[in-house]
């Protein structure tokens, strides 16, 4: 049954002799069933040209600028085969100088609104180069997202044909909406969602994390949105991420704001008729990040935890996060990685908490700790090529990342969704970590100098910005509480503390004093200078994420 009605009739005919091709006369008809659109263009332009013909095959109706009698005819009956409607514009109706109307079939008949979009481009062959596009890509997807972006000049095209049309139902008490409009960007997936389905054998789900997208633009008609600028230049501000100032946003905030009469002004209704159809600028393959997450244990006093690169110059050749995420882009086949974590250790600072790493010591530092070692991590990998692993290869990635180096070692490996990352950072000041530190006092001490600090529980302490940090943290005091400490005998000169703070708090800076920047701390409250020689991280108090068998 075709889709429109007798009283869209003149419409459809106004529409078809201004030169509007006939998928996007029925959205402006206001067809929303898909099943239309998805005929070929012969049929398509058949049943059109046979719901607009009267009984006498004839039909006066008025044209704007100037009006013209037309007269609806048959097609010339040389035209046949796909290949000249895709070319041109399925075929269009043309005022010649008799007054006459004619279907014919020419290079230069492209749609005067979506400029060839619902023509050319809703086409197998079309979808088939796209598909090609996917294949090679070399993406691993199980269903995709298709996008699309238009010429922001469409939206004005849009408008002048709307205000046509309007004109039109106006003469006899109807009315047209711009929602009334079946939107361009509908009506093309209407059409080729079916199709990719049907050439790549995966659904289309808005929600996929791998997109397809074809940015399409049109230089012959780029400047017909620059009257708007002058119009109403506060749409069109310069921004710093945008090439150009007339995106779409812009020119539909200025066709919402623009009087209809000064439109009308500036702008031709119904819009001219191009000469050429829109060009592909693009066409991208993008998976969406996927995330990996686990712990990490550092044992290298020489090692950032990210790249330390001063004034342009890097430090040392690697970092925590690149001995870990090295593996895994080359495993994900991804572009590149972002690397987050809970907390941050210097690049003197060892993170364990494996109970056989440690010495004997130390180990009753780990045993007061939490039970889960490592500092938690989370790695996103941008634009991945696969995406499916076993928990198996998961498995065989994580001991190839340990044996690939002995600075390091990762536990607990898994797949994560972004929104888990959340659970890393979720109350991080309130969470706990321990440390080992090993310190030096200018004094000669004995075990019961030492032994009063084992009592001292839940110690508030302000620490202004260190000296070390202040070049890219705030001056601010910030309150910090040391839960508890515990103390281990060396010799004359050194002693090993073992404490759980407040996480945030800066621990070189409790046991030196930073000049009196940091009150109280383990210098003042043993009235000694002292030092921190070694300091271990032994635990992070975060239960994230979470702990896998062996």
């Known amino acids: 049954m075709f889709p429109l009605t007798e009283e869209k009739k003149r419409v459809a005919q106004l529409l078809l002799s201004t030169g509007t091709c006939p998928r996007c006369i029925f959205r402006f008809c206001g067809v929303d069933c898909h099943a239309p659109y998805r005929l070929s263009p012969e049929e398509l332009l058949s ?39 895709n070319q041109n514009g399925e075929g269009r109706v043309s005022v010649i100088e008799d007054g006459s109307v004619t279907s014919k079939n020419s ?22 180069k796209v598909c090609q596009k996917v294949e090679a890509s070399g993406h691993e997807f199980t269903n995709l997202v298709f996008s699309v972006s238009f010429p922001p000049q469409l939206s004005v095209r849009e408008h002048a044909a709307w205000l046509l049309v309007k004109q039109e139902m106006g003469k006899r008490s109807l009315s047209l909406g711009r929602n009334d409009i079946v939107q361009l960007k509908e009506a093309y997936k209407w059409i080729t969602h079916p199709l990719f389905s049907e050439e ?12 397809v997208s074809v940015v399409f633009a049109h230089p012959e008609t780029v400047e017909d949105c620059h009257f708007l600028r002058a119009i109403c230049p506060d749409c069109f501000k310069p921004a710093k991420n945008k090439q150009s100032v007339f995106t779409r946003m812009a020119v539909m905030k200025a066709l919402n704001k623009i009087k209809e009469e000064d439109f009308r002004k500036q702008f031709p209704c119904p819009p001219n008729s191009p000469k050429a159809v829109c060009t592909v600028l693009e066409i991208e393959c993008a998976h969406g990040a996927v995330f990996v997450a686990g712990r990490y244990n550092k044992y ?22 690149e001995l870990i995420s090295d593996h895994l882009l080359t495993v994900f086949k991804a572009e590149s990685f972002n690397f987050s974590s809970s907390g941050r250790e210097d690049v003197d600072v060892r993170t364990l908490g494996n109970a056989q790493m440690l010495t004997p010591s130390t180990r009753f530092c780990f045993m007061t700790g939490c039970v889960l070692p490592g500092r938690p991590f989370a790695i996103e990998l941008v634009n991945p090529h696969r995406v499916h692993f076993t928990s198996q290869e998961i498995k065989e990635l994580q001991q190839k990342i340990n044996n690939s180096s002995n600075k390091i070692q990762v536990r607990d490996l898994q797949l994560v969704t972004r929104e888990a990352i959340g659970h890393m950072k979720e109350g991080e000041e309130e969470k706990t970590k321990t440390y080992s530190a090993l310190i030096w006092t200018n004094k000669v001490i004995k075990k019961k100098d030492i032994e009063f600090l084992n009592d001292i529980k839940d110690l508030k302490i302000d620490q202004k910005t260190p000296l070390r940090v202040l070049h890219r943290r705030p001056l601010a005091v910030r309150t910090r509480i040391v839960h508890s400490m515990e103390t281990y005998y060396v010799d004359e000169h050194h002693f090993r503390l073992c404490l759980k ?12 004093g930073d000049f009196g920047r940091t009150k109280p701390n383990i210098g003042s409250l043993m009235n000694v200078t002292a030092d921190i020689l070694e300091l271990d991280v032994e635990s992070v108090d975060v239960d994230w994420p979470p702990a896998l068998d062996d």
């Open 47 to 85: 049943e059109l040209q046979k719901f607009l013909e009267t009984e006498k095959d004839e039909l006066i109706l008025e044209v704007p600028n100037p009006p013209k009698k037309i007269r609806l005819q048959e097609p010339d009956d040389g035209i046949d085969g796909i290949d000249n409607l």
């Open 300 to 321: 290298s006093r020489n090692l950032p935890q990210t790249p330390w690169i001063i004034d342009g110059e890097r430090k040392l050749e690697s970092s925590v996060g």
């Open 200 to 211: 790549l054998g995966v659904p289309i789900d808005g929600k996929s994390l791998f997109e």
């Open 501 to 512: 703070t407040q996480a945030g708090t800066y621990i070189k800076e409790f046991v030196h």
């Open 107 to 128: 290079a230069l008949n492209v749609c005067n609104v979506c400029l060839g979009i619902l023509q050319e481009f809703c086409e197998k062959e079309f979808i088939k």
